[in-house]
């Protein structure tokens, strides 16, 4: 397993990829606090329009604030769009 890991570590310095992101880690850009791009496999636990919670496999990122969307969701990430209030990762 760790000979694994090292390899992927190695995928993600030569791709000079966000630490983590090959081993299962996602990539959170913010466009001012109206988007939140998550790259990389995620699944919705909730969802409403002032909370959404999301699984990155390794962990869980909680969004709050208003008139909150998912704008996208697929194999490569998720978009969140809306007033991003708070952002808590659990």
């Known amino acids: 397993m760790a ?3 090292n390899k992927l570590n190695k995928i ?8 983590g992101l090959a081993t299962g880690g996602i990539c959170i850009e ?12 995620c ?7 002032t909370q959404i919670k999301i699984n990155t496999g390794n962990s869980t990122v909680e969004f ?13 990430g998720a978009q969140i769009g809306g007033t991003i209030q708070k952002i808590e990762f659990l």
């Open 43 to 49: 699944s919705v636990l909730q969802y409403s329009d």
């Open 30 to 41: 913010l466009m001012s606090n109206k988007q939140a791009i998550l790259d990389g496999k």
């Open 64 to 76: 709050f604030g208003k008139n909150l969307c998912l704008d996208t969701l697929n194999k490569e």
């Open 12 to 19: 993600n310095k030569y791709f000079e990829l966000p630490e």
């Open 3 to 5: 000979n694994v890991k």
